[in-house]
């Protein structure tokens, strides 16, 4: 089967560019979302990445067509009525994915490949609310997709090849790079290497061993790296690893040092570049600066 019709559930952040690029690049979309204001406000976002992909592409000039050739419903069974692949960008809670999965099952056609964006669950998670495991897989974006166009492509030991090649040649279709894991992995490739990087540097900051711009040049000078852990943070905003920390802080002292530490940067209005100001001052950070690493 080749895939032509794609439903995005959920139109948040990473529902609407997905969404966005799909249809972009010729996919018939339909994007779901559970009432009219969030279709609104999945409307609103995706009116927001038409001047970004004219200045990305080089035929950007595309982009002002897409949202009228988009279709929108918010019932599921609508939806997905002819989807050959749906993609799940609903928000990173076990209940809510366990109950899309189970309406989803009752209601998509047997030909449907379901696929999840989730960040930190795998798909083995959900299997077992899914009426197709070999049809069932992850395919995970980045934020701002048509950039950072990585796309980290991964079955569950039940999941079928055929259809992570398919899912793998949709990837493509849309300008991504695809990545495809041989196995199931939390964190996929990325964050398995990113959040370890950025829990130690946030240790060595938290237990006095170094500062944040000292441990950012160490990296960047070392490695070859554009950016230093810290300003990675500023990128991703303080309150993705604010709630980490938290998570851990019960059992873990450090964590609980790190929650504190970005709590009150938080407080401060400081939660990283969308704000103007984190470990950084935006729109020019001192990293940004030639002078930096001397
Ligand atoms: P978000 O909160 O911006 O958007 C979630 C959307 O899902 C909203 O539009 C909401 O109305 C909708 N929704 C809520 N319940 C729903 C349901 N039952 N059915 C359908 N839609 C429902 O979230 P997000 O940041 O776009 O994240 C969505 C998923 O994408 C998560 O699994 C997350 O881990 C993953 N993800 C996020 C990022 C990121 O940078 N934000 C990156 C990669 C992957």
Do not use: C
């Amino acid at each position: 089967m080749t895939i032509k019709n794609v439903t995005v559930a959920g139109g948040g952040v990473l529902g609407s560019q997905i969404a966005f690029q799909a249809a972009f690049t010729g996919f018939k979309v339909t994007l779901y979302d559970i009432n009219d204001g969030a279709i609104d406000h999945a409307k609103q976002l995706l009116a927001s990445y038409v001047p970004e992909f004219e200045d990305f592409y080089d035929d950007g000039d595309k982009a002002s067509a897409v949202i009228d050739q988009m279709s929108f419903s918010t019932s599921l069974a609508e939806a997905v009525a002819d989807a050959d692949l749906v993609i799940e960008a609903i928000p990173e809670s076990v209940k809510i994915k366990v109950d899309y999965y189970t309406e989803l099952s009752k209601v998509a056609p047997a030909k449907t490949i379901f696929a999840t964006n989730s960040s930190t669950f795998v798909p083995s998670q959900f299997v077992e609310y899914v009426d197709r495991p070999e049809k069932f897989l992850a395919i995970h974006f980045a934020n701002q997709i048509w950039k950072n166009n990585n796309a980290e492509i991964m079955g569950h030991p039940g999941t079928e090849d055929k259809y992570l090649d398919e899912v793998v040649q949709f990837a493509k279709d849309i300008r991504m790079v695809p990545f495809r894991l041989y196995k199931e992995q939390h964190g996929y490739i990325l964050n398995s290497l990113l959040v370890p990087l950025l829990d130690a540097a946030q240790k060595l900051w938290v237990n006095g061993v170094s500062d944040p711009e000292t441990i950012d040049k160490s990296w960047m000078i070392a490695t070859g790296a554009p950016q230093g852990p810290f300003a990675i943070l500023d990128v991703v905003g303080l309150n993705t690893p604010y709630n980490l920390a938290l998570a851990k802080a019960d059992t873990d002292t450090q964590s609980a040092e790190i929650a504190k530490a970005l709590k009150a940067m938080i407080d401060d209005g400081k939660t990283g570049a969308a704000s103007g100001e984190g470990f950084y001052q935006y729109p020019n950070p001192a990293f940004a600066d030639p002078d930096f690493l001397k």
